[in-house]
């Protein structure tokens, strides 16, 4: 739902993105200041909280595509769109507006912005038209039918476990109750979940808005997700990855499982486990773990002497070589 402070707040400047970009970058934008700005990372820290909470309302709204248009309709009204009423000459939109709260317009006051847009789209001209204020000539959607009540926005931050197999949760409203969330498996960092008909009531008889909740995951400490999928790094020796050795891998909230490395597995591999990812309604991911050779920062005499025996068993091959020659071309 539109807000009138949308004239006043360059959400893709507060975002650091061009006015054209795509989804896939908005995403990461945001992503990228809220890891910077999050509360759990600036404890104390009345600015960074703002920031955060700047940077939210800037993303729930741009990324949201009929959110996304509304606002950059408001704001090219607000950058010199003038407006004719009546004979009354032209006018600022803060003229425009006073007319739904004051004098003959009173009766619309709490009407959302949609209802005053809707009556500029259908004029050719952008304007009024010559209709008398009350009896505006491009119709106006306030006298069609009752005004949508304003959608109320909540946040709530949760830990990764919560995310990947969901739960429901209770949050405060802003008029003090509690309510419930049902927070659905697999939701994702930035996620907005709306609450249809729980939101402000409509000021005339109408539908009530919704409340938009905004998702934030916390890092979890081990796992990251890739889809429905989820990502482990797991160490493994040198004589391990040369030799081949099963070992054990953690799983989200479950026992580990056994996997086997084969022998000259190099640093960086994947190995999957089938199923062991996130499940949700629209399927079940995998578990990937990503093999990371250790080399010992420590060696006592007889693994140092075994070391240099090996090194003069191993092939003389140059593992740079082709590195090399791809350089030279």
Sequence with gaps: MASQDWFDKDFYKILGVSK???????????RKLARKYH????????????????????????????????YDQIRAMGSGARFTASGQGAGGFEDVFS???????????????????????????GGFGSGRFGQPSGGFRG?????????????????FVTA?????????????????????????????????????????????????????VRPHPVFTRDGLNLRVTVPVTFTEAALGATIEVPT??????????????PSGRVLRVKGRGVKTQKGTGDLLAEVQVVVPSHLDERAREALERFRELEPKENP??????????
């Design 20 to 30: 054209d970009v795509s989804d896939a970058d908005l995403k990461k934008a945001y």
């Design 99 to 125: 007319v739904f709260t004051q004098g003959r317009g009173a009766r619309y006051q709490g009407a959302d912005f949609d209802d005053i847009f809707s009556m500029f789209n259908q004029q050719p001209s």
């Design 143 to 159: 006298y069609g039918g009752p005004t949508r009540g304003a959608d109320v926005t909540a946040r709530t931050t949760i830990d």
């Design 39 to 70: 509360p759990d990372s600036n404890q104390g820290d009345a600015a960074a909280e703002t920031k955060f909470k700047e940077i939210s309302e800037a993303y729930s709204v741009l990324s949201d595509p009929e959110q996304r248009a509304e």
């Design 164 to 216: 990947t197999k969901g739960e429901t949760i209770t949050l405060q409203g802003e008029d003090g109750k509690p309510f419930k969330v049902k927070i659905p498996a697999g939701v994702a960092d930035g996620q907005r979940i709306r609450l249809r008909g729980r939101g402000r009531p409509s000021p005339d008889g109408g539908e009530n808005g919704d409340i938009v909740v905004l998702v934030t």
């Design 252 to 265: 989200l909230g479950g026992d580990p499982v056994k996997l086997r490395v084969a022998p000259g597995t």
């Design 320 to 329: 740079r070589a082709d590195l090399l020659a791809k350089a030279r071309t």
